[in-house]
């Protein structure tokens, strides 16, 4: 199963949920991750990171 789980900030988030042996879950887990990240690589699909700017008001100079 492959669906949207959250429309975020800044991401559109899925989830995938494969059917596997339960020994082999955490190796496909990685295995599905890593696969996803380096197809996302390949189509020029980067991941965005929140940003926050933050001003710091200069002390006036006396």
Do not use: C
Not at 25 to 54: C, H, M, N
């Amino acid at each position: 199963m492959v669906s949207v789980s959250e429309l975020a900030d800044s991401s559109v988030n899925f989830v995938v949920r494969p059917w596997v042996k339960t020994d082999d879950y955490l190796s496909t887990k990685w295995d599905i991750t890593r696969e996803v990240k380096l197809r996302f690589d390949a189509e020029g699909i980067s991941i965005p990171y929140p940003q926050r700017t933050v001003h710091l008001p200069t002390p006036p100079i006396a």
